[in-house]
């Protein structure tokens, strides 16, 4: 993998893409990071796995699904943990996130403004706490200060993303209440190549 | 590696837990297969991580989220290929699986019954046709009737479990797919699963 050519292909948003940006970017792996506008990408539907975005190609072969592919990243650069049960723990959280993401899509998706404006309020009111607090319990529940010890893996990551990127869109801001949550964002935003990223994004 | 003791729970149905049943049946572990009747869920609730079912308990520890729990009975148990890349192969296979369920469950969870018989019906015409179709697309590419390489994986049972659910609710049919049906044979006459399909509780879901 070291030598792999990647390229992530997605849109000019953070996304579901970003996770996968973060880790390549933390791993400081080289990768092309090809933003596609909305005008072009039905030419490139046809070469996409699912007919979605993002996917990756890795040496010539493309793959889809942007859990399956931040996964396999980790996985490839130590940032899964050292055991099975460590993939366990990193796992819940980016299902957990998936979970918090769905009710993000009832609002994308609403078929009217009403809806649209009540599943909005869902989520400030409702899902925003509730994964929060699961991420808050989880990094209690640590021995460490990240979700497995004293170790960053796709977790810390997914969590980081969670509440500086597009989910955060729907969200208020992050209360005081978490303050784990709150230290793991601090500390991840303040990785080299981490702030390196986000300055080019300006 | 010592073995750990390991608890599932559920509610008495094949539901979200099957997958981790098949799993577990695939590699001849004994495990607890902890059913609750809704009146013990509500009391049980507070006693697992995050509310939901399934929950896991290894050695004493709880962990939820389904895929989570899949993906580590199939690393652990020999069911999620033998390189990262395989793995990756898996997973978006198992990824496609439960977008497809996703489809489902908005189908299932609508209570107006006019709303409900919309949803079905663009199951059917759009998001059957569509994920049957990916998945036949990833078996021919593979060649070898499973997903990823030469044996089993969680890939093919979630699949199989999740097209066997609709099967019997009488939503779709495979019929037209000849690499899925060569799918659900190669499952079914895995002599681990084939007994333990044989002799596994029949509940409506």
């Not at chain 1, 050519?5 to 996770?19: S, V």
């Not at chain 1, 596609?36 to 040496?59: N, T």
Request: proline share 4%.
């Amino acid at each position: 993998m070291a030598n792999s050519k990647i390229t992530l292909n997605y849109f000019d948003i953070k996304g579901r893409a970003e996770i996968i940006r973060l880790v390549l970017t933390w791993a400081g792996k080289d990768f092309v990071d090809n933003r596609i506008s909305r005008e072009d990408w039905p030419a490139l539907k046809p070469k996409s796995p699912f007919g979605q975005l993002p996917y990756v190609e890795i040496d010539g072969k493309v793959y889809g699904q942007s859990l399956a592919i931040s996964n396999f990243f980790a996985r490839e650069f130590n940032l899964y943990g050292k055991s099975n049960l460590d993939g366990l723990i990193i796992d819940q959280v980016a299902q957990l996130t998936e979970d918090f993401i769905q009710e993000i899509v009832k609002v994308i998706r609403a078929a009217d403004p009403e809806t649209k404006a009540a599943n909005q309020k869902k989520v400030q009111e409702e899902a925003a706490p509730k994964f929060w607090g699961f991420y808050e319990k989880l990094l209690k529940e640590s021995s460490g200060q990240y979700f497995v010890g004293d170790e960053v893996t796709l977790a810390d990551l997914i969590a980081f993303d969670v509440v500086t990127g597009f989910v955060s869109d729907f969200t208020l801001p992050l209360p005081d209440s978490y303050p784990l949550l709150t230290a793991l964002v601090e500390t991840i935003g303040n990785n080299d190549n981490i702030k390196a990223y986000k300055a080019k994004q300006q | 590696m010592a073995p750990k003791p390991i608890k599932l729970f559920y509610f008495d149905a094949r539901g979200r837990a099957e997958v981790c049943r098949l799993l577990l049946a695939a590699a001849g572990q004994k495990y607890e297969d902890i059913r609750y009747t809704q009146e013990q869920w509500e009391t049980e609730k507070d006693n697992t991580p995050f509310k939901q079912l399934p929950v896991i308990e290894i050695d004493g520890k709880r962990f939820g989220q389904t895929i989570a729990i899949i993906t580590y009975l199939a690393t652990e148990f020999g069911f999620r290929g033998k390189t990262n890349l395989e793995a990756l192969a898996i997973d978006q296979a198992v990824q496609l699986t439960y977008d497809f369920l996703n489809c489902f469950v908005k189908v299932w969870v609508e209570k107006d019954e006019t709303k409900k018989a919309e949803y079905m019906k663009h199951f059917k015409e759009v998001e059957v046709p569509k994920y049957l179709g990916f998945y036949e697309k990833l078996l021919k590419e593979s060649g070898t009737g499973y997903f990823v390489g030469n044996s089993l994986s969680v890939a093919d049972l979630s699949c199989y479990d999740f097209l066997y659910g609709l099967k019997s609710m009488g939503v779709l049919s495979t019929d037209e797919y000849p690499n899925i049906q060569n799918l659900q044979k190669k499952v079914e006459s895995n002599e681990k699963i084939k007994a333990y399909l044989a002799t596994r509780k029949q509940t409506p879901t």
